[in-house]
């Protein structure tokens, strides 16, 4: 999966969040000083070429929709991360956060109550 931009994740923060959109309603979402026309075709555009939009034809304009989902664009975009930067190993992230004072003893706990719940139990644990 390709990476994005600052300014393309910015822009599909609007389609995950509103839906399909023209790239008229697409400049009326943004604040004052609104974005040119253009400017945003051609992102939307290069979003749609990397994969993460599409769009269906009205007469001579497109309405454009994600085909990724911000939840799965979410954990590629972690994985990609823990594979570059934490050897592909998610301890050494959680690591991280403790030397980095980021992660308290008491969300460590949490954390395994919630893999402990999370694991398949044992045939002769079942309910």
């Given at each position: 999966m390709k990476e994005l931009t600052p300014?393309?994740?910015e822009i599909m923060q609007f389609?995950?969040?509103?839906?399909?959109?023209f790239v008229k309603d697409l400049v009326e979402k943004y604040p004052d000083p609104k974005?040119?026309?253009n400017t945003l075709s051609t992102y939307v555009r290069a979003l749609e070429e990397k994969g993460f939009l599409s769009h269906?034809?009205?007469g001579t304009t497109y309405r454009y929709f994600t085909v990724i989902?911000?939840?799965e664009y979410n954990n590629r975009t972690?994985?990609?991360i823990i594979a570059k930067h934490f050897n592909n190993s998610y301890l050494n992230v959680v690591n991280t956060f403790i030397k980095n004072?980021?992660?308290s003893v008491d969300e460590i706990r949490k954390l395994l109550d919630e893999v402990e719940?999370?694991?398949p139990k044992p045939p002769n644990e079942a309910d």
């Open positions: 300014k393309e994740e389609f995950w969040k509103e839906g399909a959109l974005p040119h026309f269906e034809s009205f989902s911000n939840e972690l994985k990609n004072e980021k992660i719940k999370a694991a």
